[in-house]
């Protein structure tokens, strides 16, 4: 009797011992650091500073001169902008090249293969091509630079507004592929008596997209929404080894803005500051993107 209820006990405790290792990474990983971000966007904390100096508690004065810097104010400006047009671009890409290879054709195996290489790529080697692409002295864009409609003597990747112009392209380029495979799984899901359907009453190509392609892959297409704009809002490597958040800081997103306040300045108080709202805003919209599914879902049943 006393083995038996033990086992009963040790089933029914299992599945809180299985996710144990995940929680204490978790609290780790994530909870720790935003912790510590938190408390010492407080602070008035240094970088390099003495160990025995004393840190003082601030209150809200970094994030008070947040708000009354236009540094940091132009910085968020760029990287909702980045962000917004990685979603445009970056989703739409992925939703029309999922749709081109979801039809039947020769060699259709080969370009879905194919068409994943630039996520596959790493960032260095990434950047690496697109620097020499975009060098006005010998690279591609420098043949094509005297047949195009406007100056850009200035360089790409050092005048604005066509640096903000390259990182944009760049990031759409290396994301795409990843936002087509996950349509394209997507695509499988339509029902093709509905597709049929729809051919028969006469519906064209974007009817039927209309009313029974895109309803279909819906969640899905707000999900891989809610992503991009998260990605692109964390995005670091591709901006920093390209531009470096320049020209005048016309392509400092959040995430550099952090890194040059640290590493630059030394302020890690108003970097861990910068930090906390921008984790703020992301989640204010991943909570905005996710109410505006679940009212989308009850208007649909």
Known sequence: MKNRSSSRFFHAKLPYLLTLPIILLVALLVVYPITQAIWTSLTDKTLGA?????????????YNSLLHSSTFLASLRITTTYALLNV???????????ILVNKKFKGRGGIRALMTAPWAFPDIASVIIFIWILNSAFGVIGILNQHLPFDTSGGWLTSSPYAFISIIVMSMWKTFPFYSIVFLAALQGVPEDLTEAATVDGAGPFQRFKTVTLPSIRPTFVLLALLAFIFAFRQFSMIYLTTGGGPERDTETLVLAVY??????YDLALSSAIGVVGLIFTFLIAVAFLALQSRAEKSNS
């Open 260 to 265: 040059n306040t640290a590493f630059k300045y």
């Open 88 to 98: 445009i671009f970056s989703v739409g890409a992925g939703l029309l090249t999922a």
């Open 50 to 62: 003495a160990v025995d100096e004393k840190i003082n508690f601030v209150g809200l004065r970094n």
